[in-house]
């Protein structure tokens, strides 16, 4: 069963880098997990590098490494391992003239998609003001997950962001889909 998950996830990795290579996306930066602690904190220095080297501005590059380590760290502990015990991903930090686009996938099991859609979709509902509300009264209410999160995770990448989370859910199995979310960051204020 492992396998065609993994398939599923390469084919799809495959896709999305031909799809940005069509639309006049440059890919900066993709890769395939699993991965560990240490490769997360290497994924986010070579974009600390590498971005400034492409003359990005460093408000940017602070924003995109705060969002990249907290989607990455989202995926490693939260993302679901087969029975095999392995665990699928990949994520893509691509630009175009006016956005970078993060695109984060992972294994999620069937009986939590109704929990994720319902939290992502109300982070999407609120503007600036009601996100920072809503993040310190995550913060506080005391909460946390079996995997010992508070629930920032998805709420952190919206406001990093500061657009909304697009999200799909695609069938793998009778037990698990694939999640994969994108978000847009602009590169330039509007007006400018």
Known sequence: MFKTLLNNFNNRFIELDEKFSLTGFQVIQAKKGPWTQEDVEGFAYDLETV????????????????????ALQNIRLHGEFTAEGEQASFYFIAKNDDIFRIITANIIHKDVIEKVQARVDKINSLDRVGLKTF??????????????????????????????????????????????MSCDLKLKKEGD
């Open 51 to 70: 971005l400034p080297e492409k003359g990005v501005k460093k408000g940017i590059v602070k924003r995109i490494f705060s969002l990249i380590i907290e």
């Open 135 to 180: 993040y310190m009264e995550t913060l506080t209410d005391g909460h946390r997950s079996s995997k010992g999160g508070a629930g920032l995770g998805f709420i952190t990448v919206a406001m990093k962001a500061k657009s909304n989370l697009d999200y799909s859910f695609e069938p793998l199995d009778k037990s698990y889909s694939r999640f994969e």
